[in-house]
């Protein structure tokens, strides 16, 4: 079953403004990883943050961990229509080393 | 960074024939791949972890003798939908990890549409 969900499932927003997604999952992790997939491709690695971590940045994402909360939350600030994709969070469970994906959230960036 | 190079990225096929598809890490080893299922707006369903050199590992509901996967080398993993029916249509994706800790950073194919009439 899948572990994380996603919300909102979908998010439509002008170039120019922040989008903010955010994941929540079930089980203790080791590290929990956002991914990116435009329409019909494979999915591109965009940032890992560790269970020990709390916020992590890499150029406009912005990642932050809530292990007791058990969520993310990833922010792609001063958005472009290229990041118009499908994101997902996927998170490596304390006990084993296979990814499970979240359902993702679909981000529109209109100009 | 590492590329994975997944093949075809599009097939349509006729029910009951069998489909191959290929998925090769083009410059690193990869002992471990990984074969999803993708329906559309959904997100991805762990099929099969492929290991190199031994049977790969299926997830539960998921018909081993329908998704043939052979990892016979470090660099290529194939899934074969054997006897395709039109509910085997979807969007089938592979990933390799790309070394270092286990379970950290996977590098995915572009993906394979996969259309049965």
């Known amino acids: 079953s899948q572990q994380g969900e996603e919300d909102p499932q979908a998010l439509s927003i002008q170039e120019g403004e922040n989008a903010t997604m955010n994941c929540s999952y079930k089980t203790s992790i080791n590290n929990l990883q956002w991914y990116r997939q435009n329409s019909g491709r494979g999915l591109v690695h965009l940032i890992l943050?560790?269970?020990?971590?709390r916020e992590k940045h890499s150029g406009r994402l912005r990642v932050t961990l809530d292990t007791s909360k058990k969520s993310s939350s990833l922010l792609i600030t001063a958005s472009r229509a290229a990041d118009t994709a499908s994101y997902f969070c996927a998170t490596e469970p304390g006990t084993a080393s296979k990814l499970t994906f979240g359902t993702g959230t679909r981000l529109q960036v209109t100009l | 960074g590492a590329v994975v190079s997944q093949h075809p990225s599009r097939v349509i096929c006729k029910s009951g024939t069998s489909v191959k598809i290929e998925c090769r890490s083009l410059?690193?080893?990869?002992?471990?791949m990984f074969w999803y299922r993708q329906f559309p707006k959904q997100s991805l369903m762990l099929m099969a972890t492929?290991?190199?050199?031994?049977?790969?590992?299926?997830e539960q509901g998921v018909e081993k003798d329908k998704f043939l996967i052979n990892h016979a080398s470090l660099t290529l993993s194939t899934l074969t939908v054997t006897s395709a029916h039109p509910e085997d249509s979807s969007f089938y994706i592979c990933?390799?990890?790309?070394?270092?800790?286990?379970?950290?950073?996977?590098?995915f194919g572009s993906g394979t549409q996969l259309s049965v009439l």
């Open positions: 943050i560790r269970s020990n971590e």
């Open positions: 492929s290991n190199e050199g031994s049977k790969a590992t299926y």
């Open positions: 410059d690193f080893q990869a002992t471990t």
């Open positions: 990933s390799a990890m790309g070394g270092g800790r286990r379970g950290e950073k996977l590098f």
